[in-house]
């Protein structure tokens, strides 16, 4: 007898369920094994890459540590030499000095008084002497490169020059502009502007903490950098103590920066910033529409292959003309709109050119156009303000009754006899006020009404020929005298105006202005190279 098998399904599905659980529980360990071990071998290389750059570090820690220690060691084995050294120059200067005290200055060369304010460390008197002497700066200049040498610490005259320069500037102090020259004139020889060498200046702590003082107090005067109202030349001075005294860690990056870029248009501006090291602006001033100024700055940094000076300098004046067309649309091309968009685009193709020049690229970018524009723009301006002045200026000559042409009056091509002319008891000569005049018998052939169109500051005898022409014999009236003279009260200027300018009508009134107006700019012809 056959046994019978009963089969349940619901074990098989609960055991091939636990099966596929197992399954999934060794899927998400192997997930995870493989997410640690990924963990850890990225943990392993960050350690072994800081562990090569620490002993990188390490190692360089080693060969500064050993050079400066070696330069110590040189230093201090220089030290009885330099001390000889110093001794036998300041007995040299002693003498100098002692001969410069007992003698006077008469006879003295410019660069022998120079030498004098550089042994004696007198700043101030340097300064003075500098301002006193400032038409010959071609002179001073030459001779300040070996003075200079003549001082016992020339930065500290320096910072002596500058500290007085800033507490005058601080205290509102009058003469600033020409004090600024002087001390910029000595800074400029006194700290030259060559990339990486800042570090090679010696400059005691004592003194570079002293100059952060003064720089501190100079920079809350300028303002912060930026749109500051600082002048160019005094900017670049600021700029130059920093790097001179190697402080430029000590300053924002952003304030130096900004300050660099609002006064790139000065001629040093590019040497400073490549000795401060601030190569990577040119892309800010291209972004800034400083295009010309970009081209010295890459001429400066050697990177001209990568910003190329021609590219730069067409797109230049695409932007300038876009700005010309843009002023005098806004302005709706008045005259004064126009005047502006003529004058900025005149200055701004005056820089183009003389970048050209400046780089020797004629040959890459003619600039016969652009001086043809310049011309039209100065001939338009020259016209301009001739018009103006036309306009304005009265005329001086006296004007004559028989001179007037075109303007209907009496006159002849000849001057009246001067029986005829009026005394200088006229009305028009005494007093503005004809009702107050008193008549005398001998006068009564001037009561008669002026009615002429064009009146003119001379009469006439009453010949027939004059009368007949008026309709009759003159009418002694005093009504008619009063009524002569009830025109506006323009003056005897006034009426010389209005007689020898005919058709115009009142003085310092042009009937029209067109032939001098200005053009809108888009009106020009487009004379630039494209």
């Not at 001073?140 to 490169?145: H, S, V, W």
């Not at 001939?379 to 018009?387: D, F, G, L, R, V």
């Not at 005494?430 to 009702?435: A, D, E, V």
């Not at 001379?458 to 003159?474: F, I, L, N």
Request: with cysteine; proline share 5%.
């Amino acid at each position: 007898m056959a046994t019978d098998y009963i089969i349940n399904p619901d074990k098989i599905q609960t055991f091939f369920t636990q099966i596929e659980e197992h399954k999934n529980l060794l899927t998400s360990i192997t997930d995870f094994h493989k997410t640690l071990a990924t963990h850890f071998t990225s943990l392993s290389e960050t350690l072994a890459q800081k562990s090569q750059n620490l002993d990188a570090q390490i190692e360089s820690f080693h060969t500064q540590s050993k050079k400066s220690l070696e330069l110590l060691e040189n230093r201090e084995n220089s030290i009885p030499e330099r001390e000889a050294s110093l001794v036998a120059r300041i007995n040299e200067q002693k003498g100098v000095s002692i001969s410069d005290i007992e003698s006077d200055n008469v006879g003295r060369n410019l660069g022998e008084l120079l030498r004098m304010y550089f042994r004696r460390m007198d700043g101030s008197g340097l300064v003075k002497f500098l301002l006193a002497k400032r038409k010959e700066s071609v002179v001073l200049r030459t001779e300040l490169g070996s003075a200079v040498e003549e001082a016992v610490d020339v930065f500290a005259l320096v910072l002596d020059v500058v500290e007085e320069f800033v507490g005058l500037k601080s205290e509102g102090g009058v003469g600033m502009a020409d004090r600024r020259w002087a001390c910029g004139l000595l800074v400029q020889v006194v700290v030259p502007l060559e990339e990486g060498k800042v570090g090679e200046v010696m400059v005691g702590s004592s003194l570079k903490e002293r100059a952060m003082m003064v720089l501190e107090k100079w920079k809350g005067m300028l303002g912060g950098g930026g749109e500051s109202g600082v002048g160019a030349g005094e900017a670049t001075m600021f700029l130059q103590i920093v790097y001179g005294f190697g402080l430029k860690d000590r300053f924002e990056e952003k304030f130096l920066r900004s300050m660099v870029l609002e006064f790139a248009g000065r001629r040093d501006m590019a040497k400073i910033a490549a000795a401060v090291g601030f190569t990577d602006i040119i892309d800010e001033l291209v972004k800034s529409g400083k295009e010309v100024e970009a081209v010295y700055f890459a001429t400066e940094f050697d990177l001209t292959e990568k910003y190329a000076p021609v590219s730069l300098l067409k797109s230049h004046l695409k932007n300038i003309r876009k700005n010309a067309n843009s002023i005098s649309k806004n302005g709706k091309y008045s005259a004064a709109a126009v005047d502006e968009a003529n004058n900025s685009e005149m200055i701004a193709t005056k820089a183009i050119i003389k970048c050209v020049e400046d780089h020797k690229l004629e040959s890459q970018f003619p600039t016969d156009n652009l001086k043809k524009r310049i011309t039209q723009l100065e001939k338009a301006k020259a016209e301009k303000k001739k018009s103006a002045s036309s306009v304005s200026k009265p005329s001086n000559k006296r004007a004559h009754g028989g001179s007037s042409k075109g303007g209907g009056g009496v006159g002849t091509s000849s001057r009246p006899p001067k029986a005829g002319r009026i005394s200088t008891t006229s009305p028009s000569f005494r007093q503005r006020n004809p009702s107050q005049i008193h008549q005398t018998p001998g006068a009564t052939r001037y009561a008669a009404p002026y009615s002429y169109p064009n009146p003119s500051l001379y009469d006439v005898p009453g010949t027939p020929s004059y009368v007949s022409a008026y309709g009759g014999p003159r009418i002694k009236s005093p009504v008619g005298l009063q009524h002569a003279y009830a025109a506006p009260d323009v003056g005897v200027a006034g009426i010389r105006a209005g007689t020898s300018y005919a058709g115009q009508g009142s003085y310092g009134v042009q009937s029209n202005y067109a032939a001098y107006d200005y053009p809108p700019a888009s009106a020009y012809p487009p004379t630039y190279p494209q």
